[in-house]
């Protein structure tokens, strides 16, 4: 468990399009830098999205915390 | 008592439900016992995807457009007005101006998406859509003397209307310059905000090998961030910069701010359980089409499996029965591949799309759809 807190959390389980990285690009492009958001998603595909993507725009990934049936995301605005 | 059944929003999902509940109730409604009224802003029903055909001077937008009184059955009380809040403790909506409150037993909101370019700076000033009807009439005017230079297509907005049609906007715009021995001169590139063209990973694997065939360019990871109008060009949030001779957009969308300030969802969708419609938040309030926040895409097609649903529902509801119809996600959509080609696909949330072999007959069962679209406003189909 990581003790960082979130500006905002974005639940994006069981989105299946267009998926919990379009949801958290949506809240991250309305946030302030700095901002910390959190994703849960319930997408394997979101281990691989959210890291690349991240690393693209320049934001950086905190933390993931992996769960049984979901992932936890944290990413601070660039 | 009568029990009054509201529906606000006279797009697809608000009309089809309106005729559907017309039928389904007609004992009730003629014996005074239900009432159904339909609340919408404007006195006419607005079909959007004729405006997919619009810039390339192929269709009118009044093609989209019928007075509603004509669409609605006459059981169902008509009422142009804007609602501006909504109560759903006391059960009541408030209109634009003096009018009295409204009451109601079972709401349905189907008030859509709105579209939202002032978030991005420079965009309404640099950009094109075809996403409105003054939009895709002034795309129009700029693509028929669009004769070289880079045009680029940019999906801002995410979820937006009509998931498909950036693909088919490209798709098309590069056989239309083709087929006019233009595309030569003309640089067609398409952005995605994500590392595939498109959200759903079927879709955009069927897609990508297309656009590499048709030499679309594609921009992946291109969240715009801003345009410039003078130096023509957009910049995304990722740090790529790209210059345009005519900028097309999917602008960012939002649904209406009554929603939001109903305390029923964020950024103007509805928190809905994604089986049975109905809003989390509030009691005897349902959702559908864009306003329902389920995760599928926001497509007509959606918005009328969703309305016979959202029916079978409330006669339930009216008749003391325990409501068992659920959605289970069911989309379908016509993707033109060009201007004589077309595919099909049909999923849902157990299903994963797999577009077919595009095809003439595929394209002509779209057209065809579009014109038959008014029976299925009207609840016929």
Request: aromatic share 8%; charged share 25%; hydrophobic share 35%.
């Amino acid at each position: 468990m990581t003790d960082i807190e979130p500006d905002a959390t974005v639940d994006a389980r069981g989105a299946a399009c267009p998926g919990p990285l379009m949801d958290l690009i949506g809240k991250i492009r309305g946030a302030e830098s700095g901002d910390v958001i959190r994703l849960l998603s319930d997408t394997d595909q979101s281990l691989t999205d959210v890291p690349e993507w991240t690393e693209e725009a320049g934001n950086e990934l905190l933390a993931v915390e992996e769960g049984d049936d979901h992932n936890a995301f944290y990413v601070e605005k660039a | 008592m009568t029990e009054r059944i509201v529906i606000v929003g006279g797009g697809t999902g608000g009309s089809v439900l309106a005729n559907d509940l017309a039928d389904r109730l007609e004992p009730e409604l003629d014996a005074g016992d239900v009432e159904v009224t339909l609340i919408n802003d404007g006195p006419d029903h607005v079909y959007k995807p004729v405006w997919l055909y619009v810039p390339f001077g192929q269709r009118e937008p009044a093609d989209g457009r019928r007075a509603l009184d004509e669409l609605v059955d006459d059981a169902v009380e008509l009422r142009i007005d804007r609602v501006t809040d909504i109560d759903t403790e006391s059960q009541r909506l408030t209109f634009h101006g003096n009018a009295p409150t409204v009451g109601y037993d079972h709401l349905v909101l189907a008030t859509g998406s709105t579209l939202e370019p002032d978030q991005i700076p420079g965009l309404a000033e640099g950009g094109h859509d075809y996403y409105s009807e003054s939009g895709a009439t002034a795309l129009r005017d700029e693509l028929l003397e669009f004769t070289e230079g880079d045009l680029v297509l940019s999906v801002i907005g995410t979820p937006h209307m009509c998931p498909a049609a950036p693909l088919e906007f490209v798709f098309m715009a590069d056989d239309w310059f083709r087929e006019r021995g233009l595309r030569e001169d003309v640089d067609i590139t398409y952005t995605y905000p994500i590392q595939r063209v498109h959200g759903n990973p079927h879709i955009a694997e069927w897609a990508r090998p297309i656009m590499e065939e048709r030499d679309i360019e594609v921009e992946t990871f291109f969240n715009a961030e801003s345009v410039d109008p003078e130096a023509e060009t957009i910049t995304s949030m990722e740090g790529t910069e790209l210059d345009y001779d005519l900028l097309v957009s999917i602008p960012p969308h939002g649904g209406v701010d009554l929603i939001e300030e109903a305390g029923l969802g964020d950024d103007g969708w509805v928190d809905v359980d994604k089986h049975t419609l109905e809003a989390e938040a509030a009691e005897n309030v349902y959702a559908l089409g864009d306003t329902a926040d389920t995760g599928v895409p926001n497509a007509g097609s959606v918005a009328h499996y969703q309305a016979g649903v959202v029916g079978q529902r409330l006669a339930s509801e009216v008749r003391d029965r325990p409501a068992t119809a659920t959605y289970d996600g069911k989309t379908l959509c016509f993707i033109e591949t060009g201007m004589d080609a077309a595919s099909f696909v049909e999923f849902d949330y157990e299903r994963p799309p797999s577009p077919a072999p595009p095809s003439e007959k595929l394209h002509w069962s779209k057209l065809a759809y579009n014109e038959a679209y008014w029976l299925t406003a009207r609840g016929l189909l």
